[in-house]
């Protein structure tokens, strides 16, 4: 039994020695993680420290220190130099961005890419299965593609700048996947990986998969703040860094063309493992120079195409470093031992036969013509012309989860900025709204419209909270 009497000693949490199975640090770490992820564990709550910790369940205090540092590898749990351990924001907050919600309403917050131009790649597949041969799209050659799918997506990658010829572009089935074949692939559990503040949540969802620890970086107008990295790099010994210059999601803040310089400086003197995702690239009307450009022997270039063309076909093309070539190769094929020849051939026809262009500047126009009523009903908000979505910041007394979930009961889905939160730097006064995905403008606008009447009536009122 403890030394120490608990019975007036407040702590933050008590678990039940008797719920402990060995190994120890293992079994305490699980029974942090279920009380994290059914909300008796909030976030921001301030843990124990780990000697009381120790002495109240009478165990050693390094079985303590292993539980608190592998609830910290699964992203649970934070430390804060001179304060104390802390539940992270998002630990218990639903990050995905893919809902099962079926429920009639103005959707807003799930991304749906215009989906106009289906039709014309459906009839160019028929096209397709009708040729000699077609067939061999069925079996199980060419795994990651043949050559002549290599050689369009490097075509594709060079439009970019990109040096990508046969040898280092790869095929991967999607760019969640080609995200999550790098992560598997190059990183370690514990690895720390920098990321801005506000980041794309399915990739926060595979970095606590696969136990790796995000780091946040701060922006400002021009991207993320390179003394902010400097200093990340130096103290918390930053193995990659994760970002989208084009645009980020769901802030839409582009990198400059200086920050990039500075950015791919801090990579190199660093030996940082670097993943430009890139899957807007394609729709900006100014020709988008990569990252990659400026620190191409460290740096991963994902351009998916389920945002420019067709996400039904889950395919993102690859620039690779000569480095990272064979553990990704190695990587790919064993978590999907085949892409899809059929998705891959039709992603290349798409390109070859010039529908790819046809259909981008669609979407492109269509994109501005949302926005344009976005920006009418939220003229002082910034705004990102040709994005799929836009970041609108709150009131003070307003977070973006509250907004999410009193705009559900009114028939309109949005995401709030919890989804998208690493770490505790950001504020969680905003939202991001899917311009894209209403059926139509008409729908759009009124989506829109019942947003701004919700926002006008918190103004004026006491901040609100959801427990």
């Given at each position: 039994?403890?030394?120490?009497?608990?019975?007036?000693?407040?702590?933050?949490?008590?678990?039940?020695?008797?719920?402990?199975?060995?190994?120890?640090?293992?079994?305490?770490?699980?029974?942090?993680?279920?009380?994290?992820?059914?909300?008796?564990?909030?976030?921001?709550?301030?843990?124990?420290?780990?000697?009381?910790?120790?002495?109240?369940?009478?165990?050693?205090?390094?079985?303590?220190?292993?539980?608190?540092?592998?609830?910290?590898?699964?992203?649970?749990?934070?430390?804060?130099?001179?304060?104390?351990?802390?539940?992270?924001?998002?630990?218990?907050?639903p990050t995905s961005t893919v809902e099962k919600n079926t429920a009639p309403g103005i959707e807003l917050a799930v991304i749906h890419p215009f989906y106009e131009s289906n039709e014309a790649i459906r009839d160019l597949t028929i096209d397709i299965l009708k040729k000699p041969f077609s067939e061999q799209l069925f079996e199980y050659s060419h795994p990651l593609g043949d050559r002549g799918q290599i050689l369009t997506a490097a075509r594709?990658?060079?439009?970019?700048?990109?040096?990508?010829?046969?040898?280092?572009?790869?095929?991967?089935?999607?760019?969640?996947?080609?995200?999550?074949?790098?992560?598997?692939?190059?990183?370690?559990?514990?690895?720390?990986?920098?990321?801005?503040?506000?980041?794309?949540?399915?990739?926060?969802?595979?970095?606590?998969?696969?136990?790796?620890?995000?780091?946040?970086?701060?922006?400002?107008?021009?991207?993320?703040?390179?003394?902010?990295?400097?200093?990340?790099?130096?103290?918390?010994?930053?193995?990659?860094?994760?970002?989208?210059?084009?645009?980020?999601?769901?802030?839409?803040?582009?990198?400059?063309?200086?920050?990039?310089?500075?950015?791919?400086?801090?990579?190199?003197?660093?030996?940082?493992?670097?993943?430009?995702?890139?899957?807007?690239?394609?729709?900006?009307?100014?020709?988008?120079?990569?990252?990659?450009?400026?620190?191409?022997?460290?740096?991963?270039?994902?351009?998916?195409?389920?945002?420019?063309?067709?996400?039904?076909?889950?395919?993102?093309?690859?620039?690779?470093?000569?480095?990272?070539?064979?553990?990704?190769?190695?990587?790919?094929?064993?978590?999907?031992?085949?892409?899809?020849?059929?998705?891959?051939?039709?992603?290349?026809?798409?390109?070859?036969?010039?529908?790819?262009?046809?259909?981008i500047q669609k979407k492109r126009n269509a994109a501005i013509a949302r926005n344009e009523i976005y920006s009418s009903c939220f003229p002082e908000s910034s705004l990102r012309k040709e994005s799929y979505y836009q970041w609108l910041e709150l009131p003070d007394n307003l977070s973006g989860r509250l907004c999410e979930a009193e705009l559900s009961c009114r028939g309109v889905s949005v995401f709030g900025a919890e989804r998208f939160t690493?770490?505790?730097?950001?504020?969680?006064?905003?939202?991001?709204?899917?311009?894209?995905?209403?059926?139509?403008?008409?729908?759009?606008?009124?989506?829109?419209?019942?947003?701004?009447?919700?926002?006008?009536?918190?103004?004026?009122?006491?901040?609100?909270?959801?427990?």
């Open positions: 039994m403890p030394v120490n009497s608990f019975d007036d000693y407040p702590m933050s949490w008590t678990p039940d020695r008797e719920d402990l199975k060995f190994p120890l640090y293992y079994s305490l770490a699980d029974l942090m993680e279920r009380d994290i992820k059914s909300g008796k564990l909030s976030a921001n709550t301030k843990l124990p420290p780990q000697r009381e910790l120790a002495d109240y369940l009478d165990l050693n205090l390094s079985t303590i220190t292993k539980a608190y540092k592998l609830c910290e590898m699964r992203g649970l749990i934070h430390a804060v130099t001179g304060k104390g351990t802390f539940v992270t924001p998002y630990a218990n907050v594709w990658l060079q439009r970019f700048g990109l040096d990508a010829d046969e040898h280092n572009t790869m095929i991967a089935a999607g760019a969640q996947n080609a995200l999550a074949t790098i992560l598997s692939s190059l990183f370690e559990a514990g690895d720390r990986i920098a990321v801005d503040t506000y980041t794309y949540p399915n990739f926060i969802s595979l970095a606590n998969l696969l136990y790796l620890q995000l780091v946040p970086i701060e922006n400002d107008a021009w991207g993320m703040c390179p003394e902010r990295l400097e200093n990340a790099c130096v103290l918390q010994k930053i193995k990659g860094i994760y970002m989208m210059p084009a645009g980020g999601n769901p802030t839409n803040i582009a990198f400059s063309d200086a920050r990039k310089k500075e950015i791919a400086r801090i990579i190199k003197e660093r030996n940082l493992i670097a993943v430009e995702d890139d899957n807007y690239a394609a729709l900006l009307e100014k020709p988008y120079s990569p990252l990659a450009l400026d620190a191409p022997e460290h740096c991963i270039y994902v351009s998916g195409l389920s945002k420019p063309l067709c996400p039904g076909l889950r395919i993102a093309y690859l620039y690779l470093p000569d480095k990272y070539v064979n553990p990704m190769e190695q990587g790919i094929f064993s978590q999907n031992l085949k892409i899809s020849s059929l998705n891959m051939e039709i992603a290349a026809e798409i390109i070859r036969s010039g529908l790819a262009w046809k259909i690493v770490g505790n730097q950001g504020k969680t006064n905003a939202v991001r709204i899917a311009t894209c995905s209403a059926k139509n403008e008409e729908q759009l606008r009124k989506g829109l419209e019942i947003l701004l009447n919700f926002i006008r009536q918190q103004e004026d009122r006491e901040p609100l909270f959801i427990v």
